[in-house]
């Protein structure tokens, strides 16, 4: 079985102190790996496991919204030189964040959506962070829908009918480790949308799925993410890893 993590954070410093995270991914089937970018200080970590594993190890080029503070556009301008300078496979993490603080609400919006017209011009898809923010970065990112943005909503954690909007935009849901937990309410949107609407993700070092939670989370429990899935879904493993990695294959097509 083969098997794509749409986000995960190789490059945190939790992560790099374990030189064999990448080959027990990979050992795992999990083959692609996508890397988010939080902001000008991560790109030299993510562009190293890029260029030692440039086949598994993808990066994205972006701006966290958690990382949108006074110096923000000069943070943009080294997004829009990166994706001008070398090959990435996406736009992300962009989005909003409304957990942690709200200063800086306004310039979130605004990078969100500078970011979406970038991915827009190099043709890329993005990838949205939107903690307690759902439906704003739908709202945005619907205005922003001109027929060929692409992207996925990374650790979908909105409801149904948000999850719905999503779809109807063309975007897809990252599901991760959170699917596997006791309480709330992912387990039962996962039964009620299709498969073909999903891709998994880790989103490491956070996150970790069950029997995991509370340790670090790394790539190689993508199957696990996988399992109970296929348990919601009444379908076999093999479906979910071939149906997911298919999707992930469309949303970073390019």
Known sequence: MI??????????????QDENQVQRAIDAGVTCMYMPNCDSETIPGMLKLADMYPDNCLPMMGLHPCYVKEGFRKELDIVEQQL?????????????DYYWDLTFKTEQIDAYEYQIKLALK???PIVVHSRESTQDCIDVARRNQNGSLKGI???????????RQI????LYLGIGGVVTYSKGTLPEIVKEIPLESIVLETDA????????????NESSYIP???SKIADLKGLSVE??????????????AK
């Not at 098997?3 to 790099?16: I, S, V, W």
């Not at 909503?153 to 149904?160: A, Q, R």
């Open 224 to 226: 696990i993410i996988a």
């Open 3 to 16: 098997f794509t993590d749409t986000h995960t954070h190789l490059y945190d410093e939790r992560l790099m």
């Open 122 to 124: 190099h043709q890329l």
């Open 84 to 96: 001008d300078a070398r090959k990435y496979y996406a736009v992300g993490e962009i989005g909003l």
């Open 239 to 252: 479906d979910v890893a071939r149906i997911t990695t298919e999707n992930a294959q469309k949303v970073f």
């Open 167 to 170: 779809i109807d935009m063309g």
């Open 205 to 216: 070092p956070y996150l970790s799925p069950v029997p995991h939670r509370g340790k670090r």
């Open 153 to 163: 909503f990374h650790c979908f954690s909105g409801t149904l009918a948000e999850a």
